[in-house]
Structures are given as C-alpha cells and as structure tokens.
C-alpha cells in the first residue's frame, strides 16, 4: 500500500504543476468568471483531463491503448501533435505532422537506449507543416524504458521539455501500476495452478480407487460416480475466468462430496444451510473446495477412530449485510493452533495443511488483509473455518459479468 500511495503522489504531483503551468499560460478571467480563478480552473480541467486518460494506460502500453489517451495528453501539453511508441514503433499520432512518424522512431533510438530525454529539430520540406520540433521523454517502468512520449511544436521550448518529462512521468506511472495489475493476476494464475496441483493427485487416485471398487459389484454405481468425477474436475481444470459464484462453488463441492462419501460411506455426515441470497456471490476460483478438502483430512482420515466412527462435516453460507459470510466446521482431529500459524505463513506444509495457505494468500490479495481466513481449532477439538467475502467488490466478475465497476 505504502508503494501505491508512494506512486500516487508522484502521479498528481506533476499534473498539479502542469495546471498550474497551463493556468498562468491560457488565463482568460473574463470566459472563468463563477468558475475561481484562472489558475484554479486550468488545474481542475488539467485533473480532468488527466483522470480521462489514466484508464486505458491502466492496461499497459499497446496500440490500442495509446490511442484511447493519445489526444488526453496532447491537450495536457497544449502541443500541434503527440505521440507514443514502444521500443520498435509509433503506436499513435495525433495531431499535425503525422509524416514525421519514421525521422522520429530514426531519432529516438539514443534516448530508447538510454532512458534520458531530449529536444531535436526536424526536417521537413512541406511549408505547411507546423511541426518542426519534436521532444523526446521515455516512458519507463522498474528503470526499463518501454517507449517514448513524443510532444511535436512549431519551435523550441524549454518550458514544453519540462511539461513532457513531467506528463511521461505520470504516464510511466500509470503504466507501472498496469504491470503491478499484471503481476498480480499472474500471482493469482500461479496459485490456482499450484492449488490444483496439490489437491489433484490426492483427490483423482482415491476417486478412482472408489469407482474402481464399484465396476464389478454395482456398475450404475460406477457409472454415477464416474460422471461426477468427470463435473468435478470439468469444473477444477477449466480455463476461462478467475472467480466463480457461491453457487458454482458449493455444486462443485457437491459433486466432490459424492464422492468422498461413496469412499467413507456412513462415516461422513455432511450438512448444508446456505441461504439463497448469496448463491450469485462472485467469489475467487476453487476457494470454499480446499476448505472442505480439508475439514474431510482432518475429519476423517486424520482422526483416530475405528472405521465404524463417524464424523460431521457443516457449511453454511450466510447473508450478513455487505458480506456473505461462509462457515465451514468440522468435528475431526483440529490442529495445534501454533502449528496452523507456521502453514498459514508457509513454514510447514504437512500432508493435512491442503489449500489453507494457498486460499488465505488469495483472500487477501483480492480482498485485503482484512478477509483472510479466520480459523477457529485446538487439538482434538475439530476445526471452524470462517470465509468473509464482500458482495461488491470492484474488479471481482465472473466470466461475461461483472458484480460491480
């Protein structure tokens, strides 16, 4: 958080300057009048501006997105044209001048290598071309150059060399956060491969152990528990979104407990009580299955008892407000609470720690500190875990809808 709000300062501090700068430069007091003063409005339109063209470079910097924001940023410079490249070409041209695309990528080969600014003048033989001067400001990331913001002007200007160097500025900083953006989600793809890596070997040998015990004896046993094995895992391996609804969730919980019971039989007892209002709750991918993978480890197979000892497993899903409240207790084995610390923190990784680490990092990475799981256990004393997950939650969507913008 400290590295974001760090990086919002140096976003607006050198837009304020610019306002400033654009305000002492087209004060009109006779067209402002009700609106403060000249300089108060051209830093208010300044923001303005600035907040209109942030969006797109929020997605990093592509052809697309540099022409959503190309002419934000030339009207922030007050220039004849503008334009932005990567390393190899021009992504946009806005404005006048728009012919000097190859002088300009000829020339920015020094200041791509080198990350620095600079001013040159440009031939043209065309007298009505008003560019003859272009400005070179890198835009950079993590000290690697990734294009160039080009500000074209009739003459040279010491003021607008300074006006570039401070928009790539806020430009490098708003392509920064899109590479955090990346870096998350890429985080957040890692941790569901290495969920489903950990829990599949696990799960698919006992699964078909069970289905296998079945052919002989009770073929339409086998059959039916075949095609929930293949729900399950349709379900745990597919490849299209980052988050889920409760209610994809729990069905996929389902089908898994059929057949975890079709290996324990009797000895599992399993209660639901989820309340319909929260089933369209946008929730992370394979989050509440791991929790219930894990309440059957220490519910039946880390719990010392003979085979004919049962054990209960309960969900709930509840409304409570702005949140949906998921509690998922067991009354199995529990855990040291000193030893469930060290799992959560990744010191230990024993056999019956599945996904407990893996789900509380995602929690908070989508959530905040605040929603990591809340687990309530003792030796012997069975295990109560408590998922907060807000109903509202920006940037959190299910595959073709969004919960909130």
């Not at 609804?245 to 069905?251: C, R, W, Y």
Request: glycine share 8%.
């Amino acid at each position: 958080m400290s590295g974001f709000l760090a990086g919002l300062c140096v976003a607006v501090l050198p837009v304020l300057a610019l306002g400033v700068w654009l305000g002492r430069r087209t004060a009109r007091a006779n067209s402002l009048a009700g609106l403060g003063t000249p300089v108060e409005h051209a830093t208010f339109e300044t923001l303005h501006t600035a907040s209109l063209a942030a969006p797109p470079l929020r997605s990093g910097l592509t052809e697309e997105t540099a022409r959503k924001s190309a002419r934000k940023l030339r009207s922030l410079l007050g220039t004849d044209a503008l334009c932005l490249t990567d390393l190899e070409r021009v992504l946009v041209w806005d404005g006048d001048g728009a012919h000097h695309r190859t002088e300009i990528m000829e020339r920015l080969a020094g200041s791509l290598e080198t990350g620095r600014g600079e001013a040159f003048q440009l031939t043209c033989d065309s007298l009505d071309c008003s560019v003859r001067w272009a400005v070179v400001a890198p835009l950079t990331v993590d000290d690697r150059v990734l294009g160039a913001l080009v500000a074209c002007a009739p003459r040279e200007s010491a003021v607008l060399v300074r006006a570039a160097g401070e928009v790539a500025r806020w430009v490098s900083v708003q392509l920064e956060l899109a590479d955090l953006d990346q870096s998350r989600t890429r985080l957040i793809e890692a941790e569901i491969k290495a969920l489903r890596a950990q829990i599949s070997p696990h799960f698919i040998f006992n699964s078909l152990a069970v289905i296998a015990s079945f052919v002989r004896t009770d073929p339409e046993r086998a059959r039916e528990l075949l095609l929930e094995f293949a729900d399950f895992t349709r379900y745990s391996f597919r490849r299209h979104g980052d988050f889920t609804t409760l209610a994809e969730e729990l069905h996929a919980i389902d089908h898994y407990l059929a057949l975890v019971r079709a290996r324990f039989g009797d000895r599992l007892s399993v209660t639901l009580q989820i309340a319909p209002e929260v089933l369209p709750v946008a929730l992370p991918f394979l989050c509440l299955q791991p929790l219930v993978e894990n309440a059957v480890k220490h519910g039946l197979e880390g719990k010392a008892m003979p085979s004919s000892g049962k054990c209960h497993i309960q969900i709930t899903a509840q409304d409570a407000g702005a949140e949906a409240l998921v509690v998922i207790e067991d009354d199995g084995a529990g855990m040291d609470p000193g030893l469930l610390r060290r799992i959560l923190a990744r010191e230990v990784s024993p056999s019956g720690g599945i996904g407990l680490s893996n789900v509380d990092d995602r929690l908070r990475q989508v959530y905040g500190d605040g929603h990591g799981l809340v687990i309530e256990t003792a030796a012997g004393a069975g295990m109560k875990i408590t998922v907060r997950l807000p109903k509202y939650q920006p940037g959190v969507h299910t595959a073709g809808r969004l919960t909130r913008e």
